[in-house]
């Protein structure tokens, strides 16, 4: 399983790379995260606003912090 | 980068037909315009109705939104309905008066008409 979570690099941004990565720590999941920062990047997946989580291709959240609780649903976890 | 670069509050995203009428183009030109002056951002209706997840999850997630149908067929609002996208504020430009034919030499005054529907229907969510 592998997570992108994309921001340009704002404290929102920042904050959802943290909450991903702790909710796939705790959940014990060998899912790989990726923090994409780069706009261009960004573009291609079509979303309107950041900070945004894709996990595995489908766009789970866009333009606001997940829960952890959020973040281990969508690993199954 | 700023604290609150990201997920600006005051970003309405403005979903319009853009279909081929009249009407249709009419909706494209205001949100065109809008989208120009700041006053919402417009968004792609087809990656909606193409149910790519990125599209759909970005409308699901918004805060402010404004769909504008150029007629009663109501396409933009059968895209979205399809997509399970909750309709926010939702405008229909037949319902302002404005005639639907196949002109797409478009009216300046009513590309203004649609704007002020568009800034009204802002304003109240």
Redesign the interface.
């Given at each position: 399983m592998h997570i992108k979570v994309l921001?340009?690099?704002?404290?929102?941004?920042h904050e959802t790379d943290k909450v991903v990565r702790e909710a796939v720590t705790d959940a014990g999941s060998d899912a790989t995260v990726e923090y994409i920062t780069d706009i261009a990047e960004i573009a291609k997946?079509?979303?309107?606003?950041?900070?945004?989580v894709?996990v595995d291709?489908?766009?789970?959240?866009?333009?606001?912090v997940p829960s952890k609780a959020d973040v281990k649903k969508w690993i199954g976890k | 980068m700023a604290n609150d670069c990201c997920t600006p509050g005051g970003n309405v995203m403005i979903l319009a037909c853009s279909g081929g009428s009249n009407v249709g183009q009419l909706s494209n030109q205001a949100a065109v315009e809008l989208t120009r002056e700041g006053v919402g951002k417009m968004f792609c209706l087809a990656g909606i109705g193409g149910q790519l997840s990125g599209f759909v999850q970005s409308a699901r997630d918004v805060a402010g939104m404004v769909v504008i149908d150029g007629c009663s067929l109501g396409c933009a609002k059968a895209s979205l309905e399809n997509a399970q996208v909750p309709m926010k504020s939702y405008i229909v430009l037949t319902d302002l008066g404005i005639e639907k034919n196949k002109d797409l030499n478009l009216k300046p005054e009513e590309v203004l008409k649609v704007k002020e529907a568009v800034k009204e229907a802002i304003a109240k969510q």
């Open positions: 921001g340009p690099g704002c404290k929102k941004c997946h079509g979303i309107f606003s950041t900070p945004a894709i291709g489908d766009v789970k959240a866009v333009g606001k | -």
